[in-house]
């Protein structure tokens, strides 16, 4: 039987717009996350976390929590103070009724400004401009971020004396068996992992925390347990996109750009060797990607370089990684060097862009969103493209920030070339996330660190974009194509992010530096 795939004139599913065949299940909750699962014996679990990141215990005094009805076991575990009972809502009742004395973690004496001054501090120096060259600079700060799935975390487990069983979501179900037979003193073949549906992940159940936990519970507590983390555990205390400063500089001359310059600094994730079994370690490249890494612009001599700032703080891979604060930094400055030039931002691109598709995607996305057309005051357009995976993007935005406190993106059309399109409704539905994303970090959601504590603990202050924050109007086209199939779940995250950052700055009059914006 021939290996060789069918030409296309012979698909009858590749290229065809499907629903979701379980779409309907979602929707009117038919559909099974791991917290909808009843697993012989297990009983609902919550820990009670410390007020701080890295906190420990001091003492605890659960007396009174285990007098209460339905609590069946109240003990210590590497995250806090676990207790299993009836009920989530027994368990929440005994988990407030603890009284634990905490040390401070490590960073009580650290808030944002202390962050942002190292992280800035730790920007390593761009090196001399060429000669006889005018310069365009500019400094971003991009706050931490959550991940913030609808889903908050649950894992069901019931470890024995040789063997062990967990059920819950995960991206990376066989690192997690190797690390929860290691944390219960197993061997992997003796711990059997369910992959269940997940109801959101972004990078989010890359690490397994959650599942660790609970068989650290099931292990101690002798029976099966279902370990829920609140949406305010996973806000305070789960893993966020670092924080990170970027200082780029470009230098032009005779109306182009001769070399460009971009160094950051991130957050990187620090436990000195005491990291619970339950922190996995997050690994960032050695230097950001850079502007002609892949061949996006002709900018002549590109160079860069990063630094880090190690804290003790939970960080993991977010949707799009680096890409979505790197590509949005750069993608503000060429509009900037677009107008130190005169020129058209739009034009400009089209005029330092190497790759045929992604002029092709920056023409469609500025053609079909009517690029350059007439905006009331207070109201402004922006562009950005992206080129990943295999794949490339280009989106324009509109905003309206009559009321620059409180702007409001009217209008996303994003443009895609990811080669052969398997699905085109599922591919328009990855670009409307990255949409909504883009929007979220850029205008409204991030996390603040207050002497060592996120202060947010929920969808009430980390401010993710609401119905009534969405575009009014979103389109995505789909650039037709023969080529081999790309990437797309991460991709228009950075164009996303950089076209609402410009619209804003067109709208206000403004050179955005610190995002989100209304932070």
């Not at 979602?26 to 559909?31: E, I, L, S």
């Not at 002709?298 to 370089?305: A, P």
């Amino acid at each position: 039987m021939s290996a060789k795939p069918k030409p296309a004139s012979r698909h009858k599913v590749i290229g065809r717009p499907t629903n979701r065949v379980d779409a309907r299940d979602v929707v009117t909750g038919r559909a099974k996350y791991t917290g909808d699962l009843s697993v012989a014996g297990a009983k609902p679990t919550v820990l009670a976390r410390p007020p701080t990141l890295g906190g420990r215990i001091v003492s605890v005094d659960d007396r009174a929590a285990r007098a209460l009805p339905g609590v069946h076991a109240v003990g210590r575990v590497p995250g806090g103070v676990a207790v299993v009972a009836d009920t989530f809502h027994h368990a929440f009742q005994a988990r407030d009724a603890l009284k634990i004395k905490w040390a401070a973690g490590p960073l009580a004496a650290l808030s944002d400004a202390g962050i942002r001054a190292r992280l800035r501090s730790a920007v390593p120096h761009l090196g001399i401009p060429p000669r006889e060259t005018a310069q365009v600079e500019g400094e971003f700060e991009f706050a931490f971020v959550s991940h913030a799935p609808m889903e908050v975390l649950t894992a069901i487990a019931d470890v024995r004396a040789h063997r062990a069983e967990i059920w819950f979501s995960s991206q990376t179900p066989m690192e997690a068996r190797a690390d929860i037979a290691a944390s219960v003193g197993l061997p992997a073949s003796a711990v059997k992992v369910h992959v269940i549906r997940g109801g959101g992940s972004f990078g989010r159940r890359l690490n397994y925390d959650a599942a660790i936990e609970a068989a650290l519970v099931s292990k101690a507590a002798h029976r099966p347990v279902k370990l829920m983390w609140s949406r305010g555990d996973d806000t305070r205390h789960g893993r966020m996109r670092p924080a990170d400063h970027h200082r780029i500089r470009a230098s032009h001359a005779v109306g182009r750009v001769v070399a460009f310059a971009h160094a950051t600094a991130s957050v990187n994730e620090s436990y000195g060797g005491q990291a619970a079994a339950s922190r996995a370690a997050f690994r960032r490249p050695v230097a950001a990607p850079l502007p002609s890494e892949s061949g996006l612009y002709d900018f002549g001599r590109v160079s860069g370089d990063s630094g880090g700032v190690e804290l003790a703080i939970p960080l993991g891979a977010w949707r799009s990684v680096d890409s979505g604060t790197v590509r949005t930094a750069q993608e503000i400055m060429v509009d900037e060097v677009a107008r130190s030039l005169g020129r058209d931002p739009v034009a400009f691109r089209r005029t330092t862009l190497r790759s045929k598709a992604v002029k092709a995607v920056l023409d469609k996305a500025a053609a079909a969103g009517g690029w350059g057309r007439t905006m009331p005051a207070g109201h402004g357009q922006g562009v950005a493209v992206h080129e990943e995976y295999g794949s490339c993007v280009a989106c324009l935005a509109e905003i309206d920030a009559t009321d620059p406190k409180k702007p409001r993106v009217t209008k996303v059309v994003m443009a895609a070339d990811v080669g052969t399109v398997v699905n085109p409704l599922g591919l328009e539905a990855q670009l409307m996330g990255t949409a909504i994303d883009g929007i979220s970090t850029v205008l409204q959601a991030g996390l603040h660190i207050d002497r060592g504590a996120v202060r947010e603990g929920s969808f009430a202050d980390f401010r993710w974009a609401r119905q009534r924050h969405a575009p009014l109007h979103f389109e995505a086209h789909i650039m037709p194509s023969k080529g081999e199939p790309g990437g797309a779940g991460e991709l228009g995250v950075p164009a996303a992010s950089g076209a609402v950052a410009n619209a804003y700055a067109q709208a206000t009059g403004t050179s955005p530096r610190r995002f989100p914006l209304t932070f």
